[in-house]
């Protein structure tokens, strides 16, 4: 399976057992992203396979003729849907905090100006900052 995160194509490997669909680990693919986006072709000398695994897995999709490839039916995007959730969820634990109502409603007008959940801003927020993505500044005057 592949998705877009931050608009780049990832990989998505996974198996199926009956009803049960196991999620593997999440990777950015520059093979998917040529193939799926058709910006060039990539020569096989520019590219380094982790392992077999990973060239036989790639060889196996470029040669499927895309005309072959059919529409995901909607009882299996409901499913594949409810188990990248469950995935996802798996991986995250709550977190409960005591702010000041004030802020709060101050968190919760920017949300809605960003068009966002408050809960999904803070978050993003927290993220950012401990990633080092965002970063203090004094805006005091110097």
């Known amino acids: 399976m592949v998705v877009r995160i931050n608009d780049y194509p990832h990989c998505v490997p996974f198996s199926i057992d009956g009803e049960t669909i196991d999620l593997k680990t999440v990777y950015p693919s520059r093979r998917f992203r ?3 986006e058709g910006e060039r072709e990539m020569a ?9 695994k990973e060239k036989e897995l790639i ?5 499927t003729p895309v005309e072959d490839l059919k529409p ?7 499913k594949m849907h409810r188990a990248a959730l469950e995935h996802v969820r798996s991986q995250q634990t709550k977190m409960n905090i005591r702010i000041s109502r004030t802020d709060l409603e101050k968190i919760k007008e920017r949300a809605a100006r960003e068009g966002l959940k408050y809960q999904s801003l803070v978050k993003s927020v927290l993220h950012k900052y401990i990633t080092g993505q965002l970063t203090e500044s004094d805006k005091r005057a110097g």
Not at 44 to 52: A, G, H, P, Q, W
Not at 59 to 63: F, G, T
Not at 72 to 78: E, I, L, Q, T
Request: hydrophobic residues 30%.
């Open 34 to 36: 040529y193939l799926i």
């Open 59 to 63: 060889e196996s999709i470029e040669a």
């Open 72 to 78: 995901a039916s909607p009882d299996y995007k409901k």
């Open 44 to 52: 096989d000398n520019e590219f380094e396979y982790i392992d077999d």
